[in-house]
């Protein structure tokens, strides 16, 4: 975001259904689609399925279409890399706080649910290093960094994190945006301006905090801030401050133990990359500036 069924999911089935449609070969040349699929874990190539967690209340890496299809960022990548494999891939929808716990008990495959990469994930800590469960490995695809975003006209003069001492701020539970605001409460609380963090289920949840003047600002991740200033998203109602800080990768979370498939879906995004696929799904996001030139295995900080 699994005992075998979670209450209230959605579950969207999507993907090719035969190698021949998705691979466009059955070529097992060295380095092809074919010679990849022939690497995947025997279960996973048995079943035919990619079984994704993924939450989909984050445009646009990964949201509903008004029908309810899943659609975003992720999306289009998920749906190209089990293309590229001859794989069917079905999108769980859970939320965020549950997607890594599903990917670790193995209720999926993996997850692409814009999940910044970051040591302590891999290595499963919390802020003072202690360590809460296995961690997971990344496959990483996407660079982006948390931005700050605030009502139009930023009524509350808010440019840095330290603006937001002795304000309230909103943002989405189990993100990295979260971790971020409980580190920043200390300096607030030394500076004599204690931080109050309003948590939510969803991003979307945050920003009508944020246009109800319930809190000053959201943090998210820039590709959702920058969304979220579009006409016809916020409405106008909403802009950027400040730059972007603490960049780091999305990524593909597997679980410890997943390394072969981990190191077939490495190999298939480079693929991807090289062909032009890749570039033409963040083109169609509006998102190239976050581009990676290859994939990398567990490069987050």
Same mark, same amino acid.
């Given at each position: 975001?699994?005992?075998?069924?979670?209450?209230?999911?959605?579950?969207?089935?999507?993907?090719?259904?035969?190698?021949?449609?998705?691979?466009?070969?059955?070529?097992?040349?060295?380095?092809?689609?074919?010679?990849?699929?022939?690497?995947?874990?025997?279960?996973?190539?048995?079943?035919? =399925?990619? %079984?994704?967690?993924?939450?989909?209340?984050?445009?646009?890496?990964?949201?509903?279409?008004?029908?309810?299809? &899943?659609?975003?960022?992720?999306?289009?990548?998920? +749906?190209?890399?089990?293309?590229?494999?001859?794989?069917?891939?079905?999108?769980?929808?859970?939320?965020?706080?549950?997607?890594?716990?599903?990917?670790? /008990?193995?209720? $999926? @495959?993996?997850?692409?649910?814009? *999940?910044?990469?970051?040591?302590? %994930?891999?290595?499963?800590?919390?802020?003072?290093?202690?360590?809460?469960?296995?961690?997971? @490995?990344?496959?990483?695809?996407?660079?982006? !960094?948390?931005? #700050?975003?605030?009502?139009?006209?930023?009524?509350?003069? #808010?440019?840095?994190?330290?603006?937001?001492?002795?304000?309230?701020?909103?943002?989405?539970? !189990?993100? =990295?945006?979260? /971790? #971020?605001?409980? +580190?920043?409460?200390?300096?607030?609380?030394?500076?004599?301006? &204690?931080?109050?963090?309003? %948590?939510?289920?969803?991003?979307?949840?945050?920003?009508?905090? *944020?246009?109800?003047?319930?809190? =000053?600002?959201?943090?998210?991740?820039?590709? =959702?801030? /920058?969304?979220?200033?579009?006409?016809?998203? !916020?409405?106008?109602?909403?802009? $950027?401050?400040?730059?972007?800080?603490?960049?780091?990768?999305? !990524? #593909?979370?597997?679980?410890?133990?997943?390394?072969?498939? +981990?190191?077939?879906?490495?190999?298939?995004?480079?693929?991807?990359?090289?062909?032009?696929?890749?570039?033409?799904?963040? /083109?169609?996001?509006?998102?190239?500036?976050?581009?990676?030139?290859?994939?990398?295995?567990?490069?987050?900080?």
């Amino acid at each position: 975001m699994h005992v075998s069924t979670v209450p209230g999911r959605t579950l969207a089935v999507l993907g090719c259904l035969t190698l021949a449609a998705c691979a466009g070969s059955t070529t097992t040349e060295p380095g092809s689609a074919g010679s990849l699929r022939a690497q995947l874990p025997r279960a996973v190539r048995d079943a035919g =399925v990619l %079984r994704i967690a993924t939450d989909l209340n984050y445009p646009p890496v990964d949201f509903k279409q008004p029908d309810g299809t &899943p659609a975003g960022l992720d999306i289009d990548l998920a +749906r190209a890399l089990g293309s590229h494999l001859g794989l069917r891939v079905e999108f769980t929808d859970l939320p965020f706080e549950k997607v890594l716990p599903a990917v670790r /008990e193995r209720r $999926v @495959d993996l997850a692409v649910s814009a *999940v910044l990469d970051t040591r302590q %994930r891999q290595q499963g800590l919390d802020d003072q290093g202690r360590t809460t469960d296995s961690g997971v @490995d990344f496959v990483d695809y996407f660079v982006t !960094g948390t931005s #700050i975003l605030v009502r139009r006209g930023n009524p509350a003069g #808010i440019g840095s994190l330290d603006d937001l001492c002795g304000q309230t701020v909103a943002l989405q539970r !189990g993100t =990295v945006q979260d /971790e #971020i605001a409980q +580190r920043q409460t200390a300096a607030c609380t030394k500076a004599g301006k &204690p931080l109050t963090i309003r %948590r939510t289920d969803t991003d979307q949840q945050a920003l009508a905090e *944020v246009a109800a003047g319930r809190a =000053v600002a959201d943090l998210n991740d820039y590709p =959702v801030a /920058e969304y979220n200033t579009r006409d016809g998203q !916020g409405g106008g109602r909403f802009q $950027v401050t400040g730059g972007q800080f603490l960049t780091s990768p999305y !990524g #593909i979370a597997l679980a410890k133990d997943s390394t072969a498939l +981990r190191d077939v879906l490495a190999k298939a995004l480079d693929q991807l990359i090289r062909n032009g696929e890749y570039d033409r799904i963040l /083109e169609r996001w509006g998102v190239p500036g976050g581009a990676v030139s290859s994939a990398v295995v567990n490069g987050g900080r």
